[in-house]
């Protein structure tokens, strides 16, 4: 537990502000200050498996579709943290340009929808006219 001086005690040479001093920076980790904090690890890369509708995929090998789901799971996830880091530029264009965001923010306009675009096919399919002329 985590031991927090008095609020009343403003002076920076006070006894309670020792107790943050003993605690160290990995205190609130639940560690002690002679702890070291685990290296965040390197990015993984994972290779590339073939999905379904490709040649090499073998829909009967358990493994193989576990691992063509995943691969598709996260490949959808960077899309969809690519359209946010897009989306949070484009906020930023728009804050920035005013009047003018129409003219000097339509790059980032057009990526993003495009980004938009690929997601929903990725996730309704292509899209396909109606026919409902009947």
């Given at each position: 537990?985590?031991?927090?001086?008095?609020?009343?005690?403003?002076?920076?040479?006070?006894?309670?502000?020792?107790?943050?001093?003993?605690?160290?920076?990995?205190?609130?980790?639940?560690?002690?200050?002679?702890?070291?904090?685990?290296?965040?690890a390197?990015?993984?890369?994972?290779?590339?498996?073939?999905?379904?509708?490709?040649?090499?995929?073998n829909?009967?090998?358990?493994?193989?579709?576990?691992?063509?789901?995943?691969?598709?799971?996260?490949?959808?996830?960077?899309?969809?943290e690519?359209?946010?880091?897009?989306?949070?530029?484009?906020?930023?264009?728009?804050?920035?340009?005013?009047?003018?965001?129409?003219?000097?923010?339509?790059?980032?306009?057009?990526?993003?929808?495009?980004?938009?675009?690929?997601?929903?096919?990725?996730?309704?399919?292509?899209?396909?006219?109606?026919?409902?002329?009947?």
């Amino acid at each position: 537990m985590i031991r927090r001086p008095p609020r009343s005690t403003l002076s920076s040479s006070s006894a309670a502000s020792d107790v943050y001093k003993r605690q160290g920076i990995n205190a609130e980790y639940g560690r002690s200050s002679g702890a070291r904090m685990p290296k965040p690890a390197p990015h993984r890369e994972f290779e590339r498996v073939p999905g379904p509708g490709q040649d090499d995929f073998n829909a009967a090998d358990p493994v193989a579709r576990r691992l063509a789901t995943e691969q598709r799971n996260r490949d959808h996830w960077v899309l969809v943290e690519q359209a946010k880091m897009v989306r949070e530029s484009l906020k930023e264009c728009y804050r920035r340009e005013g009047v003018n965001y129409q003219q000097n923010c339509a790059d980032g306009a057009i990526k993003y929808m495009s980004l938009v675009a690929k997601l929903k096919a990725k996730e309704y399919g292509p899209m396909v006219a109606n026919s409902s002329d009947e």
